[in-house]
């Protein structure tokens, strides 16, 4: 474990049949577990992980299985192995009761585990412009347009010229070419011998997920939650609007939910507000330690 909260180790740990990478943070309080989106991988919580360590909390940033450095099988991107694999990391490293925030799909993931376990298992759900996401509700949706509509880009290019095309669609006012941004764009692709760059989380394990989101109920789940609930939706992209029904739902039926709009802002949050994303985590889950 890391002496310094701003320092990181790189770690092996155990999921399901696999071998995950987790970035740990250290620290010595209740724990923090963050979970990053689809297509995505941990070092997007980069900005926003120190803050949460050095304000006193045990804090693990976790690839999830075909993302980042962790292992990419074939099969098991449903919501109950991905679960699998969080309970084993997180046994692993004997973290209990710790506060779930995800990101995107990483909010779906969290959401999934806390309704599938006892009550003591998560101390709060922290659900950051995901979890709310019901992708079968969304008015006109079939499951082949989610899959038209949600399947990834397919790329190979020289890595350089793909971090510059990344720039694109990293958020007003980060910069992705220094720094951790960079780091967490690097992590996201695989480099082949030749320096072409490809996505790292393969196009059919891609599809699985997508699979796995059409079929999941956000709505279903809510009443088996017991912990409290932190949402956080991102305010300014072109979903904003409709994600607000949605997000009323959660909130009728999730229990002790409160919401934190991050108005002027992207879906990527932790990269673009993590100082303010982390601000609203520590105070949220010191609530939680604190019990309420």
Not at 137 to 158: I, N, Y
Not at 176 to 202: C, I, M, Q
Request: hydrophobic share 40%; proline share 7%.
């Amino acid at each position: 474990m890391p002496t310094n909260p701003s320092t990181p180790t790189d770690r092996s740990v155990p999921g399901d049949g696999i071998v995950l990478h987790a970035r740990d943070w250290g620290g010595d309080g209740p724990p923090v577990v963050l979970l990053h989106g689809l297509a995505s991988n941990c070092r997007i919580w980069d900005g926003v992980a120190p803050l949460l360590a050095r304000a006193g909390f045990r804090v693990l940033a976790l690839d999830q299985r075909g993302h980042g450095e962790s292992d990419q099988p074939a099969d098991g991107y449903g919501f109950e192995t991905v679960g699998r694999d969080l309970e084993a990391a997180l046994g692993a490293l004997g973290i209990a009761r710790p506060v779930l925030a995800g990101h995107s799909w990483g909010g779906n993931v969290a959401l999934q585990y806390a309704a599938d376990r006892d009550a003591d298992a998560v101390a709060g759900l922290a659900l950051v412009d995901g979890g709310f996401i019901e992708i079968s509700a969304w008015q006109g949706m079939t499951r082949e347009k989610a899959r038209e509509q949600l399947a990834p880009p397919r790329f190979a290019v020289p890595l350089q010229d793909w971090l510059e095309q990344a720039g694109r669609w990293i958020p007003p006012g980060v910069d992705h070419r220094n720094g951790w941004v960079r780091d967490f764009l690097r992590a996201g692709v695989e480099v082949d011998t030749r320096g072409v760059a490809r996505a790292r989380f393969h196009f059919d394990n891609h599809m699985q997920v997508v699979e796995a989101m059409y079929d999941q109920r956000p709505s279903q789940l809510y009443a088996k939650v017991t912990c409290p609930v932190l949402i956080c939706p991102a305010g300014s992209d072109e979903f904003a609007a409709a994600k607000r029904s949605a997000i009323d739902l959660a909130a009728s039926r999730l229990p002790d939910t409160r919401v934190t709009w991050f108005e002027d802002t992207m879906h990527d949050i932790p990269l673009q507000r993590p100082e303010a994303l982390a601000a609203e985590l520590t105070g949220f889950a010191r609530e939680v330690a604190d019990g309420g």
